[in-house]
């Protein structure tokens, strides 16, 4: 038996009714006052937990003896903001971390940590493969006398073993320095943008050798912004600094001009439905607006105009649900919202005005969606059934 109390200068802690103990240990008083407005267990789940709403904070705390899992990450990383993130295909870990490193490992259901030392000044991307064996990061450091970003020994793609965060090949050779990557959809294909030339080069991933060169698949007129592969593997979709959507052939990297024709409006964001029948585009026209559209593959025919008030032209995040019948995106910076994909009604608008959100990920169950933001702070919601 648990109780929760919550106090203005101790913030919520939990007091085991049998151990006659704090679970935690005692309370520790801090500078600043830690109001919580609202607090609730959830006994519904395979392991219980604990709500609670504060001033510039939503946090979920593991309360079976375990260690907290949100609040832990709020107060390991609150100087090291959380800039890159990624969920794992089986939703059970998520990997976090800042520009300049380290990699955080984060278990969802136990709260435990993993910190790895990403051999990296600047980090640029990470991601888990299609079967999350594998996490990739990539980045490179800072140096030079004028502070200037230069690639040196700990440029190009590095693959860890998502277990046990132990390094398990290197991709490219020194020099390179890649900003965005994918996987494709069946895991054997690993794509990068690389900066220096400017071009998008992938891997068999899985048999080439450490510090072996990609093949360039494609050139880009500018940098990249977003890189992925459409549901099938059969096409790479990017979109470039220039906010123009384009595709490629995933094999042969020819451009497909008449694809993107029927997409021509600036764009800052995109996502493919599951089943690859639909697009959903981030449409910038202005510095202060921007929509969200969802349009027929095949065609180009608008579907879905989703709905929502916008003060700036960001677009975060923006993905389908694994059933394809919501829709996510964290807008405007700080705001998530969930709509139905068919309606284009808004079923739920988050506003944080302190802490913005930059990272979504909707796990493969189709049950929570993952935040992880500038702040440092991990958020997880459940999608009702």
Excluded at 21 to 39: C, E, I, L, R, S
Excluded at 81 to 99: F, Y
Excluded at 142 to 156: F, P, Q, S, V
Excluded at 226 to 232: E, G, N, R, S, V
């Amino acid at each position: 038996m648990l109780l929760a109390i919550a106090s203005r200068n101790f913030g919520l802690n939990i007091w085991g009714c049998r151990a006659g103990a704090f679970q935690d240990g005692p309370p520790m008083a801090t500078n600043g006052a830690q109001d919580v407005h609202a607090f609730a267990f959830n006994d519904a789940l395979t392991d219980p937990m604990l709500a609670s709403v504060r001033w510039q904070r939503t946090a979920f705390h593991a309360v079976g003896g375990r260690r907290r899992i949100a609040g832990s990450a709020a107060r390991l990383l609150t100087a090291r903001s959380i800039a890159l993130s990624d969920l794992s295909p089986d939703n059970r870990t998520v990997a976090t971390a800042g520009r300049s490193g380290p990699i955080h490992l984060w278990d969802l259901e136990t709260g435990e940590e993993r910190v790895i030392d990403a051999d990296r000044q600047f980090l640029t991307d990470l991601a888990f493969s299609p079967d999350g064996s594998t996490l990739a990061y990539t980045g490179f450091t800072e140096g030079g006398l004028d502070g200037n970003y230069i690639a040196n020994t700990r440029g190009g793609i590095a693959l860890l073993d998502a277990e046990t965060g132990e390094p398990v090949g290197q991709l490219d050779n020194s020099t390179r320095y890649f900003v965005r990557m994918a996987f494709s959809p069946d895991g054997e294909t690993l794509a990068a943008y690389e900066s220096n030339d400017a071009n998008v080069q992938t891997w068999n991933w899985r048999e080439d050798e450490d510090l072996a060169q990609g093949a360039p698949l494609f050139d880009v007129p500018e940098g990249i912004e977003a890189l992925q592969y459409t549901p099938d593997g059969a096409l790479i979709a990017a979109i470039g600094w220039d906010h123009v959507l384009r595709f490629y052939d995933a094999d042969s990297g020819e451009q497909r001009v008449e694809l993107a024709e029927r997409f021509f409006k600036p764009s800052v964001a995109i996502a493919f439905s599951p089943d690859g029948s639909r697009l959903a585009v981030g449409e910038k026209f202005t510095d202060t607006i921007s929509n969200i559209v969802v349009y027929d593959f095949e065609t180009g025919a608008e579907m879905t105009r989703l709905l929502y008030q916008t003060s700036t032209n960001v677009v975060n995040g923006l993905t389908f649900s694994p059933d394809g019948t919501l829709i996510a995106a964290i807008t405007d910076e700080n705001r998530l919202h969930v709509w139905d994909a068919a309606t284009g009604d808004l079923l739920f608008d988050e506003q944080e005005s302190f802490v913005p959100n930059n990272r979504l990920h909707v796990s493969s169950d189709g049950r929570m969606i993952v935040t992880a933001d500038w702040g440092g702070l991990i958020r997880v919601w459940a999608i009702p059934g």
